[in-house]
């Protein structure tokens, strides 16, 4: 096995338009980039921003008026965070909190992109490296509860070939992430209202034999869940037999994104279908985390990237025993 990843890893793509110009490994990643705006779109929101104590409804294009103090990215912000973009090399990211193409442009120049068509600030989303052949999918709105919460976005990775690869890039409901959803207060109650959207995604990708992953912001300790009544439970319960799913973090060390932040456990995931796991590379899980300088001169995020590869040409076509 680690022979032929190893062969993979080292082979040379073909001409435009082969059989071989999927890349042999696909790295693919999650992001949330806290509060994305491009300058131009932030500044004369700054005047018209929400006050604590006050509600702005999701479809809203308002900040709140802490981000609009904290969050206003300089030039030089975003140059460190296009250098962490750099550092992770992923051909493939899922985004979260992120206005649009504007802003996400100036961390990943010259990638193309999927986002969400809500009006909100925070849109999910993909950045793909150009030249991958992709397919941008619908907006995933089931998540958002009546656009009162952040949709989903889907993307469909070559689309028609044999080793076609959907995915989707999730944002749910913050403030529960390690209380039951039953009875856990407010917040744990809409985020378990999500879930049986998210479980309805996953059990119809492998009804249709998908390939598939979710990435994203799930708000969720998901590898410290226990009972029943959780979110894991839920969306990997093998009902159908292919919605069994691997937390690609399972056994990996958790690491703060800097030094002195107190959170203990991974609330960003991805997570691949039992028909994916047998590509996922061995020792390929990757966190990409902000050195002390960088976070205390520039506006990073309160997120750091997490990543793993796939051996794209392991993967047997569609149909094979």
């Known amino acids: 096995m680690l022979a032929l990843v190893g062969a993979l890893l080292l082979s040379t793509p073909a001409a435009p338009g082969s059989e071989s110009t999927r890349p042999a490994t696909l790295k693919i990643a999650t992001w949330n980039l806290e509060w994305l705006l491009a300058p131009a779109t932030f500044k004369p929101l700054k005047s018209t921003c929400v006050p604590k104590g006050s509600q702005a409804f999701a479809n809203d294009r308002r ?47 010259g990638y193309e992109f999927c986002f969400s068509g809500s009006r909100h600030l925070q849109n999910t989303g993909f950045a793909v490296r150009a030249g991958l052949s992709k397919r941008c999918g619908p907006d995933f ?56 959207a998210l479980e309805g995604w996953i059990d119809a990708q492998a009804r249709a034999h998908h390939r598939f992953a979710v990435l994203g912001d ?63 590379v061995p020792g390929s899980f990757e966190r990409v985390t902000f050195s002390a300088a960088d976070a205390r001169h520039a506006r990073l995020s309160d997120h750091c990237p997490l990543a793993v590869r796939l051996a794209i040409r392991q993967i047997a076509p569609m149909g094979a025993p």
């Open 63 to 109: 900040l709140p008026c802490d981000v609009a103090q904290r969050l206003e990215r300089s030039s030089r912000d975003f140059a460190a965070l296009a250098r962490y973009a750099r550092e992770l090399n992923a051909d493939v990211i899922a985004l979260q909190e992120v206005d649009g193409v504007d802003a996400a442009r100036l961390v990943f120049p």
């Open 218 to 280: 799930f708000n969720r300790e998901l590898l410290r869940e226990r009972g029943a009544a959780q979110m894991w439970q839920a969306i990997s319960d093998r009902d159908p037999p292919d919605a069994h799913l691997l937390n690609v973090a399972e056994g990996q060390p958790f690491r703060n994104c800097v030094p002195g932040q107190a959170h203990s456990a991974f609330i960003d995931h991805i997570v691949i279908g039992r028909t994916l796991a047998d590509a996922l």
């Open 141 to 196: 709105s089931a998540l958002s509860l009546d656009d009162t919460l952040r949709r989903g976005t889907e993307l469909v990775l070559f689309p028609g070939q044999p080793q076609e690869l959907h995915l989707l890039s999730i944002h749910l409901k913050s403030g529960c992430s390690d209380k039951s959803l039953a009875g856990g207060g407010k917040a744990c109650e809409t985020l378990a209202r999500q879930v049986p």
